[in-house]
């Protein structure tokens, strides 16, 4: 980190101490949360890194974090391309503060023609890291609501695994597990029944 760099992230430093919207991710990666209102998808997060020539050169730009999950593709490079030509005004200058004060003056602008549209959350939870994911959908009255797909914790996927396989040593059923229904088939009958555990 050359002494233009230093002086720019102690600046940084300074100024965002005690904003819960910026973070710094390293000594030359930092992230600011632009929120506008009280609405969740209105809000983006902005992730800027410095090349080793920074600020001789343009900083990067990203916009792919997960907190970004509800813009479309198109809000993201819009606001990425509006960011990057915000910093070629002032190449060769430190730009971070610049550009993440601009953001938030312009956070209107930059989101109003977001359209996720029906999207696919994909994340942390236990459920969901097996494969599952919740989608959202956008219903006629432009509100987002999303629907969940049936999470099991360790021991109830423990204990339905050990159901299933007492009902298999009787002999007596069939089993087998389709998305979270359980069907069960006397073998001698060919008769069904279904049970959600």
């Known amino acids: 980190m050359d002494s233009e760099q230093q002086e720019e ?19 030359t990666k930092f992230t600011y949360k632009v ?14 890194s410095w090349p080793a020539q920074y600020p001789r050169v ?6 792919d974090v997960f907190f970004n ?8 490079s819009y606001i990425q391309s509006a960011l990057l ?16 004060e601009w953001a938030k003056e312009n956070s209107s602008e930059l989101m109003a023609n977001n359209d996720p549209g029906t999207f696919i959350i994909k994340g942390e939870e236990e459920g969901e890291a097996e494969g599952e994911a919740s989608t959202t959908t956008k219903d006629s009255n432009t509100s987002i609501k999303p629907t969940k797909k049936e999470v099991l914790s ?15 040593k009787t002999g007596r059923f069939e089993c087998s597990d389709i998305k979270g229904m359980v069907c069960l088939q006397e073998k001698s009958q060919g008769v069904g029944t279904g049970w959600i555990l």
Not at 37 to 46: A, I, Q, S
Not at 58 to 63: G, H, K, R, T
Not at 69 to 76: D, M, Q
Not at 85 to 100: C, H, I
């Open 69 to 76: 999950k509800h813009l479309s593709e198109n809000t993201k």
């Open 35 to 48: 929120s506008e209102g009280d609405d969740e998808l209105k809000h983006f997060l902005v992730e800027i």
């Open 85 to 100: 030509e915000q910093a070629r005004t002032s190449l060769g200058n430190a730009v971070t503060f610049t550009l993440f």
């Open 154 to 168: 360790k021991a109830q996927k423990r204990r339905r695994a050990a159901n299933l396989g007492t009902l298999h």
């Open 9 to 27: 992230f102690e600046v940084l430093q300074s100024i965002y101490e005690g904003d819960e919207n910026f973070k710094t991710l390293e000594t």
């Open 58 to 63: 343009l900083p990067e730009i990203n916009l």
